[in-house]
């Protein structure tokens, strides 16, 4: 299966679940700024939750299918569309070759997931085949999409994926009755960021701490894959200590020395400097990955043990769910609900 | 005062270990950069990954520091060796065992990494700076940057930037007020106590006194970034017809 990438948006890179054997060498995790999405695209194909996808930011994509297509996508920042008609999300689609399909602008989100049979075709790059913009490797040669780009899938197809393929094939586009209930999967409050207090926690003033906990932030422009800033309330310390610089993560927030919040994503450096006074849920990444600049939160402090739970479980989750796709794939026929 | 009790375990004098994230448990063994703190960090990274637990994925040493990245999926169903009801429980438990076995360990003996470094001409655009500014001629400061040995603390800010400790104080020289919009791949370069190179082109206000030829990172190598924290390295000064033919055969005795 092949694309051509008509109108590339602003920014679409090609993501998979990240690099995660060399942080040491300081090379980031990179990956889908919003795994739920990226991992709910690839199990409505039958694929595997780490192949390939890309990630758009916002929308303005627009692409051609020069054969044949099997996609399906997932996210919070566009709709579908094939000429006039609109596309579920979360689910398989049959796109006939031919067919200009256009991701068109949704309030809601900033990133949106496009997932194809058997993942798009890239060269691994130290194991993984996520694009890392800053050093310029991975994905499509470490840069993001451009226009007259051809993108194909790769043929290693799972039995799930021919299965899918098999039953939605045709002359026009195509799609099943059922679709993948992300909502299921996400907090009801998605302004409201669930954190385990970090390591330098203690560091800030009381007051500081009452206001980190209860004040409302708005996130600022300056935010991208590496990290996001906050405006709000500021914070000040108790412990001046200079903080030698150590291992941080993707959802570490740091305190900049003016008092102000950042909060680092999936392209952040490896190590920081800046004292730590909170680490974002896991399973709150994908909240964190839709916020667009002037949206409002609020964090809110569990334990390390319930993150753990929460993170545990809805891995748990994810698993039944491709289960699930796989089973619902191995019966005879999946009732088609076409648009002839 | 320790917030909902749970985030931070000391066990030990001299090894304290933290929550990082779902993923991932950072052991602190000291609080300063010092020798002492240095080996414990690097012998425990080395014996860890000559004994990983399932599910380890990565280990980032700092100054005082060594971060374990894992896998939680994987650690919360692991058979071998593994106890405890959640994954930072199961993963602490592990290296607090693993440690007691440390002391068993001979010290660490590190070789030298001699790096070749040519301080001249348009490679070393801001030499003759540091040396009026301390008042000493560029061959003393090409002389007393490389007669010792320095320590990779650290890999970070950048793939493959080695933070490195040990520069005479002689040669504290404060960052360029305007930083370069790009600084050559390979420039060695000082700022305040730090020195540190380059490993490719980036923006940066270090103040340039040389450049090395070896690719400090690439990412066609199987492991790409050429030092590694727990490195010692020394600088070896050569000119630039040594350095132009270092860099043509990108080969150098010290890599063989």
Avoid at chain 1, 199 to 213: H, M, P, Q, V
Avoid at chain 1, 236 to 260: C, F, H
Avoid at chain 2, 8 to 16: V, Y
Avoid at chain 2, 226 to 244: H, Y
Wanted: hydrophobic content about 40%.
């Amino acid at each position: 299966m092949e694309i051509t990438v008509i109108k590339p948006g602003i920014l679409s890179t090609v993501q998979d679940l990240g690099r995660h054997f060399y942080r040491h060498q300081a090379i980031p995790a990179a990956g889908a700024m919003d795994p739920l999405s990226m991992r709910i695209a690839n199990l409505s194909l039958g694929n595997s939750p780490t192949e390939a996808v890309i990630e758009i930011t916002y929308a303005d994509v627009s692409i051609f299918a020069e054969t044949d297509l099997l996609i399906a996508y997932s996210g919070e920042s566009c709709l579908l569309y094939a000429g006039k008609q609109a596309l579920p999300a979360n689910r398989p689609l049959f796109i006939p070759a031919g067919q200009y399909l256009d991701f068109s602008h949704l309030e809601s989100g900033s990133r949106t997931y496009l997932a194809i049979l058997g993942g798009w075709d890239v060269r691994p790059v130290l194991g993984s085949k996520s694009t890392y913009l800053e050093a310029q490797f991975g994905g499509l040669s470490g840069r993001c999409l451009k226009k007259g780009d051809k993108l194909r899938s790769s043929e290693n197809l799972t039995q799930s994926n021919k299965r899918i393929l098999a039953s939605l094939k045709g002359l026009y586009i195509n799609f099943p009755s059922w679709s993948v209930h992300k909502e299921r999967f996400t907090a009801l409050a998605k302004k409201t960021i669930r954190v385990v207090p970090g390591k330098e926690f203690t560091w800030f003033r009381a007051d500081s701490l009452l206001s980190f906990l209860s004040s409302s932030y708005t996130l600022s422009r300056d935010c991208n894959r590496m990290g996001y800033r906050f405006n709000g309330q500021g914070l000040s310390r108790s412990v001046q200590t200079e903080l030698l610089s150590t291992a941080v993560a993707p959802g570490t927030i740091q305190v900049t020395n003016d008092g102000s919040l950042m909060l680092l994503m999936a392209d952040s450096q490896t190590t920081g400097g800046y004292p730590r006074i909170a680490q974002v849920a896991q399973i709150d990444i994908p909240l964190c990955a839709q916020l667009k600049p002037g949206d409002v939160i609020h964090f809110s402090a569990i334990s390390r043990i319930e993150a753990e739970k929460l993170y545990l479980n809805q891995e748990k989750e994810l698993k039944r769910l491709a289960v699930a796709i796989n089973i619902l794939c191995s019966t005879t026929s999946i009732p088609g609900k076409g648009s002839q | 005062m320790i917030p909902f009790g749970t985030s931070t375990q000391p066990f030990s004098s001299s090894f304290s270990i933290h929550f990082l994230s779902e993923n991932a448990i950072t052991i602190e063994f000291g609080q300063k950069i010092d020798e002492a703190t240095f080996d414990k960090v690097h012998q425990f990274n080395k014996l860890l990954n000559a004994r990983p637990f399932e599910g380890l994925l990565c280990t980032v040493p700092a100054y005082v520091s060594l971060t374990v990245f894992y896998d939680a999926t994987i650690v919360i169903n692991a058979k071998n060796g593994l106890i405890g009801i959640s994954g930072f429980e199961r993963v602490s438990g592990y290296l607090v065992q693993l440690h007691t076995q440390m002391t068993a360990i001979e010290k660490n003996t590190r070789k030298t990494i001699r790096l070749p470094v040519c301080y001249e001409g348009k490679l070393a655009p801001d030499l003759n700076y540091v040396a009026s500014y301390h008042n000493i001629s560029p061959a003393e400061v090409i002389r007393l940057h490389s007669s010792v040995p320095y320590k990779v603390y650290m890999i970070g800010f950048v793939p493959g930037f080695a933070y490195l400790g040990g520069m005479n104080s002689l040669l504290e020289t404060p960052r360029k007020a305007v930083p370069r919009k790009k600084v050559p791949a390979g420039s060695v370069g000082i700022a305040g106590a730090q020195t540190g190179i380059y490993p490719f082109p980036i923006p940066g206000g270090w103040q340039i006194i040389g450049c090395s030829p070896l690719r400090l990172f690439d990412i066609e190598r199987p492991s790409p970034a050429l030092l590694s924290a727990g490195d010692e390295i020394m600088f070896e000064v050569i000119d630039l017809e040594e350095f132009e033919a270092i860099k043509n055969s990108n080969s150098w005795k010290s890599l063989s």
